[in-house]
C-alpha cells in the first residue's frame, strides 16, 4: 500500500522536511516515536506503521488496524522554546480535515470534527488522534493519527457501529503525504500565534457547535448542556444550568443528546 519512492513523489518539495520512516508493524508508531524523540530524533520524524500491536487512542483505548485497512502514523514535532500551544489535539484534527478536501477523499460525505480529537464521517468516528508529550522536552510532542480506509474485518461489533471509513478508492501515498504537509502548515500557525488563529476554521468544522451535549467521566455522574463552542486556548464552552465552563479534555468525552 504504501511506497517510500511514490510517498517521495508526492510530498515533492516538502519531503525534506521529513524524516519517514515506513515499517511493516510495530507496537505502538506513538511509543516507538516517543523513545526516538528522547534519543534526540529531529522534528518532523515519522513513523508509518502498516499494522499496529498494541495500537491505542486517548484514554488508553485499543485502536484497531490492518496492512491496507487502515492508515497509522506519528508525526515528531518540536516547538520553539517557550513556545509550547495549547489547542494541539484540535489543530491536528483541523490539519487531518483539510487534507481530506484536498485529495478529494470523502467528497460525498459529511465530515466533521469532535471535540477533542476525533474525525467524523457522517457522524461516526474516522480518525482518531492522540497526542502525548516527550518527557524532559518541555516543548516537544508526538501526534499519532489513525485513519480507516476500511474497517478492519477484527474490528469489534460495538467499535465498528460507531466506526467509519473512507470505502473509496485513494492513493495512500497521496493521502498521507497530504495529511503531512497539512499538519506541518498547521502547526507553524499554532506555535507562532496561537490555536486563536486556528479557532474559526476548527469552528467551521464543528460537529456539535451550539448542539445539545451529554459530558461522560469516569469520575463524575452525566451532564447535560449545550456545546457553545471553544475558546481561544481550545477548551470546550459547556453551558449548563444557566452559567458557562471551561472544559479541559482531560478524561473527558463528549456525546451528542436528543
Request: negative net charge; contains cysteine.
Amino acid at each position: 500500500m504504501l511506497d517510500f519512492a511514490a510517498l517521495h513523489r508526492a510530498l515533492g518539495e516538502a519531503a525534506c522536511r521529513f524524516d519517514i520512516d515506513l515499517i511493516e508493524v510495530c507496537d505502538s508508531t506513538n511509543a516507538l516515536l516517543l523513545a526516538r524523540a528522547e534519543a534526540g530524533a529531529p522534528s518532523g520524524s515519522v513513523i508509518v506503521a502498516e499494522r499496529q500491536t498494541a495500537g491505542r487512542g486517548r484514554r488508553n483505548r485499543p485502536w484497531f488496524s490492518a496492512p491496507g485497512e487502515s492508515l497509522t502514523f506519528s508525526l515528531l514535532w518540536r516547538f520553539a522554546p517557550g513556545r509550547f500551544p495549547a489547542g494541539l489535539s484540535l489543530a491536528a484534527g483541523l490539519a487531518v480535515i483539510e487534507a481530506l478536501a484536498k485529495v478529494g477523499a470523502g467528497k460525498t460525505a459529511r465530515l466533521a470534527l469532535k471535540w477533542p480529537n476525533d474525525v467524523l464521517k457522517d457522524g461516526k468516528k474516522l480518525a482518531g488522534i492522540l497526542v502525548e508529550l516527550v518527557p524532559g522536552a518541555p516543548q516537544a510532542a508526538v501526534i499519532g493519527i489513525g485513519l480507516n480506509l476500511r474497517l478492519p474485518v477484527a474490528l469489534p461489533g460495538e467499535v465498528r457501529a460507531m466506526s467509519a471509513a473512507l470505502d473509496e478508492s485513494v492513493d495512500a501515498n497521496a493521502l498521507l503525504a497530504a495529511l503531512l504537509v497539512e499538519l506541518a502548515a498547521t502547526l507553524e500557525i499554532l506555535g507562532a500565534q496561537g490555536f486563536a488563529a486556528l479557532r474559526e476554521a476548527w469552528r467551521t468544522h464543528h460537529a456539535y457547535e451550539e448542539a445539545p451535549i451529554c459530558l461522560l467521566s469516569d469520575m463524575a455522574p452525566p451532564r447535560e448542556g449545550i456545546c457553545r463552542g471553544i475558546d481561544v486556548d481550545g477548551a470546550l464552552l459547556f453551558e449548563t444550568e444557566g452559567r458557562i465552563e471551561r472544559v479541559l479534555s482531560g478524561e473527558v468525552s463528549l456525546r451528542s443528546r436528543p
